[in-house]
């Protein structure tokens, strides 16, 4: 993850163009707010417009040892409290540091609400509510009939009263002072699981298992819509309208009163990465979608009344993204942690808290020099690095500055050059050659930076060839003519992606010199080759392919490579039948092939069907067969005696032999 990132756009995308020339100049061209947003703001600001600025910054302070946060609010004195588990703890934090306030005996503190000098707080399980006074001191302030999972609080200061929202049977209660609870509301949900109050004092709760927005005037309860989602997990009510974040999860939740379920797990299930949306609700009942996550839900809401945007706290990628009502986004922080739990910009203490690992982050003004790091930009081979070009308006003069830095690891590390010296003005990258290239600049007064391009050129890979071998044949169609084609194929590894030729050659085992396939001319640029070999011996043939990106390289720069197939047989010659006669009752005769071995030989007399014959050791093993046949049981008279033999390859001959057989 990123360091705290403040202001940047929503989407990033890294603009590459791809260029078909292996040693040719290309270059790593940032010129959108997406591209920006893929490297760490610092005090920097990514708009959508596609720009760069400087920008408010953060100051963070960690709770250590404390895994997860669920809430916050902002005292009178200022201070942020913030809500944990899973100790049930409450720490204070101030610009002095983070001490711990109040010690809870539950499991999980959820929610956090002032109400006068008095801060409330949710628990689970059992359903409890607590009152904490200004010097840590906690006392039990209800335990909620019917409720083990008190996921939300609200406080009216004109009634005096705090309201509750809880699970697993979706109850809306109102406490007083006392600890008095008053059932106002049973849902049909299982869960309410976020609760806000609006200028009227009017309620508004979302629901899980089915993400349905509330709201409660007295006895009066309406559905203002049922959102797509499984759950409505967080809300705001601003002057004007209600935002809302529906979300859906892959992980269905936990059954109700499963043993294991102490509250823990219903609220895991809405920490794991899901879908999320983000809607608002005007007080008429229109329904916008301002909206929608697909890589992450929503964890925490806030309108900003002043401009009617919404920020919106994402859990799994760590950020606040500001919503504006025209539909654009920002990246409004981007942190260590990877959940967003609670966002109070709007308070006397302007904050927000992060989960998975527990920080609160205090939002300052715009620091005097805003700084952008850009991703780490491959060039996928060791690289010269040339001009660094840029686009922008510099205000005042030297508001701008650029350094870079190479090194041949994915992570920088010791073992990348240093920061190159500060330049104000684009001109050649002073860093090493090397594979991997970052960039950073630096913004101060009314700079902004629209574009950034660094050009290199790459080394020259050079393609590989693997595994040369034959294609098998297509067909076995016995009453076709076999082919004397040998189809060969062969892999290819191509890093740079370069327009590749092949040339083939083959050899005869024995030989020393290899054989051209074709003929120069001949450009061969697909991985298979169709080898006639009609016209040379039978024997054992090695083939060699040789692969050249000479079409895109100018020849100092060409790399080859080459591979060499295992044995190929060339096989078109039959065997031949010698030495054929017949005498003393008995057919003899002899299978030679250049190869071999002779696979079968077979007899027909007459017009009878072949049959098979063995030779004289009765082993098919060599390519040099001799045979004797007994024949003493054929009638008088004459007769045809036809003699097939095949080898290894399916060559097939036949010969035939004239005979007469004398009466007895």
């Known amino acids: 993850m990123k360091r705290s990132t403040l202001w940047g756009l929503a989407t990033l995308l890294l603009s590459m163009p791809t260029v078909g020339l292996a040693v040719s ?6 010129d959108t707010s997406e591209a920006f947003e893929k490297g760490t703001l610092k005090g920097a600001a990514a708009h959508s417009s596609g720009k760069l600025t400087r920008a408010v910054s953060s100051e963070r302070s960690v709770i250590d040892g404390v895994p997860v946060a669920y809430a916050s609010a902002v005292g ?31 499991a999980l503190i959820t929610s956090l609400v002032w109400g006068d000098n008095t801060l409330y707080a949710g628990s ?17 302030l209800a335990k909620l009939a019917g409720a083990d999972h008190v996921w939300a609080l609200a406080y009216s200061t004109t009634r005096r009263a705090l309201y509750a929202a809880t699970g697993p049977e979706g109850k809306l209660f109102s406490l007083d002072a006392k600890g008095q609870a008053q059932l106002i509301h049973d849902d049909e949900a299982e869960h309410l699981l976020c609760l806000d109050l609006d200028g009227d004092g009017r309620l508004y709760a979302g629901t899980s298992n089915g993400a349905r927005l509330l709201r409660i005037s007295g ?29 859906e999860f892959p992980v269905p939740p936990p059954a109700v009163g499963d043993a294991k379920d102490l509250g823990v797990a219903a609220r895991t299930k809405r920490l794991r990465p899901g879908k999320g949306s983000v809607y608002t609700v005007d007080f008429a009942g229109r329904v916008d979608e301002l909206a929608r996550f697909d890589s992450a839900h929503v ?65 300052r003004e715009p620091k005097t020099q805003g700084e952008w790091l850009s991703a780490v930009l491959d060039a996928k081979a060791p690289a010269r690095f040339g001009e660094l070009s840029f686009r922008g308006a510099v205000t005042p003069p030297g508001a701008l500055s650029f350094a870079t830095r190479t090194g041949n690891t994915e992570t920088p590390d010791a073992s990348w050059s240093a920061w190159s010296a500060e330049s104000l003005r684009q001109g050649p990258i002073k860093s090493p050659a090397a594979r991997f290239l970052q960039l950073r600049a630096k913004l101060s007064g009314d700079a902004e930076l629209y574009a950034l391009e660094a050009y290199y050129l790459p080394q020259n890979l050079a393609a590989h060839v693997r595994s040369v071998r034959t294609k098998p044949s297509k067909t076995d169609d016995a009453s076709k003519p076999r082919s004397t084609s040998i189809a060969l194929t062969w892999d290819v590894d191509n890093p740079d992606e370069d327009k590749l030729r092949y040339r083939l050659f083959a050899k005869r085992e024995g030989q020393l010199a290899w054989l051209p396939l074709q003929r120069e001319f001949e450009l061969l640029e697909q991985t298979d080759y169709s080898w006639e070999t009609r016209n040379i011996p039978d024997g054992y043939y090695r083939v060699r392919v040789q692969v050249s990106d000479e079409a895109t390289n100018p020849e100092p720069y060409v790399a080859r490579a080459e591979a060499i197939s295992a044995p190929i047989v060339v096989d078109n010659r039959a065997p031949e039948l010698r030495e054929l006669r017949f005498a003393a009752g008995k057919l003899s005769g002899r299978a030679v092939d250049a190869l071999g071995p002779i696979t079968q030989l077979e007899l027909a007399v007459d017009t009878g069907l072949y049959r098979p014959v063995f030779p ?21 008279g004459p007769h045809t005696l036809a003699v097939r033999a ?5 060559n097939t001959s036949s010969a035939a032999l004239e005979v007469s057989i004398p009466t007895r």
């Open 646 to 650: 095949s080898d290894a390859a399916g």
């Open 616 to 636: 004289d050791d009765d082993l098919l093993d060599t390519n040099n067969e001799a045979f004797h046949v007994e024949l003493a049981t054929l009638s008088g």
């Open 76 to 106: 009178r004195d200022g201070a942020v409290y913030v809500a944990t588990g899973n100790e049930g703890r409450i720490y204070k934090s101030t610009v002095q540091g983070v001490k711990l306030f109040a010690d809870t005996d539950a």
């Open 219 to 247: 006895k009066s309860v309406e559905v203002l819509y049922d959102f797509p989602g499984q759950e409505i997990s967080t809300l705001d009510v601003g002057p004007r309208f209600v935002a809302v974040a529906s979300n």
């Open 124 to 140: 689970l399980p059992g359903g409890r509510v607590f009152a904490i006074e200004l010097d840590g001191k906690v006392r039990e």
């Open 25 to 30: 100049t290309k270059s790593f061209v940032i």
């Open 299 to 363: 964890s925490a809401l806030e309108i900003d009344p002043a401009s009617d945007s919404v920020h919106a706290g994402l859990a799994q990628d760590g950020r606040i993204v500001r919503l504006s009502p025209s539909g654009e986004r920002a990246v409004w922080a981007d942190v260590d942690e990877r959940q967003i739990a609670a966002i109070h910009l709007q308070s006397a203490t302007p904050h927000f808290v992060s989960s998975d690992g527990v920080a609160v982050y205090r939002v």
